[in-house]
Nanobody, 125 residues
Framework: QVQFVESGGGLVQAGGSLRLSCAAS????????MGWFRQASGKEREFVAT????????IYADSVKGRFIISRDNAKNTVYLQMNSLKPEDTAVYFC??????????????????WGQGTQVTVSS
């Protein structure tokens, strides 16, 4: 069974940057489409960004477009989320997720079958 572990979260001031990492165990990472989702306190989990298995194509939520960048290094079994110009409303637990049965991305939470444990990102004003 593949496992995913996120890291890189923390406390940052508004306007600052953080880079989240999601490291996967197992040798089939390169065949998985990956996504990042987030859940703020008291709210439902929402889509942030997704990337195809090849890394060629990406999609972003409108709320993060132009500020966040999703990327991956299949040789390192890792997907990243570079977060710039952070805002207090970006405060949430961030989760990486994998689609193990397809190389194509998705913005829909229920299309993902593996999830990390989450990492907290807090943006102070």
């Amino acid at each position: 069974q593949v496992q995913f572990v996120e890291s890189g979260g923390g406390l940052v001031q508004a306007g600052g940057s953080l880079r989240l990492s999601c490291a996967a165990s197992g040798r089939t990472f390169g065949g998985y489409a990956m996504g990042w989702f987030r859940q703020a306190s008291g709210k439902e989990r929402e889509f942030v960004a997704t990337i195809t298995a090849s890394g060629v194509s990406t999609i972003y939520a409108d709320s993060v477009k132009g500020r966040f960048i999703i990327s991956r290094d299949n040789a390192k079994n890792t997907v990243y989320l570079q977060m710039n110009s952070l805002k207090p409303e970006d405060t949430a637990v961030y989760f990486c997720a994998a689609r193990s049965k397809t190389t194509w991305y998705s913005t829909r939470e229920y299309d993902y079958d593996y999830w990390g444990q989450g990492t907290q990102v807090t943006v102070s004003s």
